[in-house]
């Protein structure tokens, strides 16, 4: 097993885990809660192959993504209340897939001869297309879209792997360390409550005018 199949296998437990938490944490079934453990895992990766015209996409070419995503989801289901030693358990799962899917799409853009900025975007997309799906089917407003750093660490990590693939540094290496910056600016920004500007709140009289 090469260490980006690993990192791949990885991303793809620690975001079906994120998503069947939120499953759970919305009062889902069983059902739903697989539901969007898949979408979460796969969604994507998927999306990411379909826009490079690689078909049939990869959880179709190695149905382990499909069986992992279903077995993490049932786990995660059964032994939910084990996880609360997590101070909020959803958001640890989220950075570790977030790094792992970055390196991932970003290294798939690289080898399908993207440009810096085609290639960094696919690696955007294949990390937080899954986490706006979960987000979108258990009601809520994608956390991509929210003020938190969340994206950015992902534009991040996927410049960096970008840039220092056209070092010398083996691929491992580069693999490691745009990963492990996503993730650690991602705790970063849980932690010390990192985030990006937002406009200013304001309100729309009846008569029209903007009141801030």
């Known amino acids: 097993m090469t260490l980006l199949y690993a990192l791949d296998l990885l991303g793809t437990a620690a975001f079906a885990a994120s998503g069947a938490l939120a499953g759970i944490r919305r009062g ?4 739903g809660v697989l539901v969007l453990g898949l979408a979460t ?18 959880i179709l070419k190695d149905e382990t993504y499909l069986y992992l995503s279903v077995v993490v989801s049932l786990l995660v289901f059964i032994f939910h209340r084990r996880l609360e030693f997590f101070a909020n358990p959803l958001t640890y799962f989220d950075a570790v897939g977030l790094g792992t899917f970055v390196v991932i799409g970003t290294g ?11 290639a960094v975007m696919m ?26 750093v ?19 540094l083996p691929p491992y290496i580069t693999a490691l ?3 492990s910056t996503v993730i650690i600016l991602r705790l970063l920004a849980i932690r010390y409550n990192w985030s990006l500007p937002r406009a ?13």
């Open 28 to 31: 889902m079934d069983v059902f």
């Open 41 to 58: 895992a796969t969604g994507g990766g998927t999306l990411r192959d379909l826009l490079l015209g690689d078909s049939p996409p990869f």
């Open 108 to 118: 798939k853009a690289i080898e399908f001869r993207l440009g810096f900025f085609g």
């Open 123 to 148: 690696g955007v997309l294949t990390a937080t297309a899954g986490g706006m799906l979960r987000d979108l089917l258990s009601a809520k407003v994608p956390m991509v879209l929210q003020k938190e």
């Open 150 to 168: 969340y994206a950015s660490a992902c534009l991040a990590g996927g410049a960096l792997l970008y840039l220092l693939q056209l070092t010398v």
């Open 177 to 179: 360390l745009s990963a």
């Open 200 to 212: 200013a709140d304001s309100t729309v009289p009846t008569n029209g005018a903007v009141r801030k």
